[in-house]
């Protein structure tokens, strides 16, 4: 059966390669300061994960891709004006944002975490978060998570632009932590040498209410012709092993979870 299914997504990939060979060039928004996800290289470049995966998708497509970067929180904006046709850029799939956009099947999935001083102590209850600033990306799933569930808590919310923002006001002492993408804080903090001192704290957050069904690209309401096509496109490079190669260059672990039936 599992091979049937490969077959089918192999054929269906071919059939979406044809179609958009003579097609426009998809428009790709990404907020490229979100390492290993995307952030920039010395030279002004884009390099991470999404970025990779997305030059394999439009490969595998066939299709010339244009990166378009755009703060998060304005993504969704841009891709409803049509400044571009679709989003990849680490954005959850939640019911909220499914009522703007259209989804994707997921191409990763990821649990949320704390990241505080080393030997803080956080319980379940998050008790212990009363008093402390916590720095969160606007727009983001954690922003809501955090001001419906770690506010009522007595932790003080602080929004930023971009992640990066927040790392500073962390090693600056002008923020207590953080709560984002425990794949994002491990690589583009705790790795770091900004990030000493600080660990995961308190449990791993994974509300589907909150975080949704994984991680997948956004295309506009209604857009089935791409939103068909690149699902195509990540089955086929799921199946044909360019995944798993770009998977490898960042990370130790298989970040697309476990497969659902």
Request: proline share 3%.
């Amino acid at each position: 059966m599992k091979k049937l299914v490969l077959l089918g997504a192999l054929a269906l990939s071919v059939l979406s390669m044809q179609a958009f060979a003579e097609g426009k060039p998809l428009k790709i928004g990404i907020e490229a300061a979100y390492p290993p996800f995307a952030s920039k290289a010395p030279d002004g470049s884009i390099v991470g994960f999404d970025y990779d995966i997305g030059n394999a998708l439009c490969e595998e497509m066939q299709v010339k891709c244009t990166w378009v970067e755009q703060e998060f929180d304005g993504l969704i904006p841009a891709l409803k004006v049509r400044k571009i046709d679709a989003i990849l850029s680490s954005m959850s799939i939640t019911d909220d944002r499914k009522k703007s956009v259209d989804f994707t099947n997921r191409y990763y999935l990821t649990p949320a975490r704390l990241v505080l001083k080393e030997g803080t102590t956080v319980s379940d209850s998050l008790d212990e978060l009363k008093g402390k600033k916590i720095g969160v990306q606007r727009g983001s799933i954690h922003d809501r998570f955090a001001r419906e569930v770690l506010a009522p808590k007595g932790a003080d919310i602080k929004g930023y632009s971009t992640q990066n923002e927040i790392y500073l006001d962390v090693a600056a002492g002008r923020l207590d932590g953080t709560v984002a993408d425990a794949t994002l804080l491990e690589d583009g903090f705790l790795k770091t040498d900004a990030g000493k001192g600080y660990a995961f704290v308190g449990p791993a957050f994974t509300d589907v209410k909150y975080f949704g069904d994984g991680v997948g690209i956004a295309v506009r309401k209604g857009d089935k012709e791409n939103l068909d096509r690149i699902n195509a496109a990540i089955a086929a490079i799921r199946a044909n092993g360019k995944y798993q190669a770009i998977e490898k260059k960042y990370f130790n672990f298989d970040i697309y979870g476990p497969e659902t039936k």
